[in-house]
C-alpha cells in the first residue's frame, strides 16, 4: 500500500468517525429541541389559581438561542374574577344579615 493510499484510508477513517461524532451531537441536540418544546408547552398552558384569582399567564418565545420569555398577565380576567367575588361578598353578607335579622325575630 503506498503512502497515498494510506493517507486517503486515514483520512476516510477519520470522517467517518467525524461523521459518527456529529450524528450523536445531532440526536443529543434533537433531543434538547424536544424537551425545550414539551417545557414551552407545559408554561405556555399553565394557569396560577392565588386566593380565587385566576391568573392566566401567557408566554411568547422567540426562536433565537437562548429564547427570550416574556409573560403578559391577563389584567381584565383578574377584574372580572375581583368583581365576581365582590358580589359573592356582598350576596353573603346580605344572607347574613338577612339570618341575623330572622334569629332576632324568632328570639322576641
Do not use: P
Amino acid at each position: 500500500m503506498s503512502s497515498f493510499e494510506k493517507t486517503l484510508a486515514d483520512a476516510e477513517k477519520k470522517r467517518k468517525k467525524l461523521v459518527k461524532i456529529r450524528k450523536g451531537l445531532e440526536r443529543k441536540l434533537d433531543a434538547s429541541k424536544s424537551d425545550i418544546h414539551s417545557l414551552e408547552h407545559k408554561i405556555s398552558c399553565a394557569e396560577i389559581d392565588s386566593n380565587g384569582l385566576e391568573v392566566l399567564l401567557e408566554v411568547e418565545t422567540s426562536e433565537s438561542w437562548g429564547a427570550k420569555t416574556r409573560r403578559a398577565i391577563h389584567l381584565k380576567k383578574i377584574e372580572k374574577n375581583v368583581d365576581e367575588i365582590d358580589r359573592f361578598i356582598e350576596r353573603y353578607e346580605e344572607r347574613q344579615r338577612s339570618l341575623d335579622d330572622k334569629a332576632k325575630d324568632s328570639n322576641n
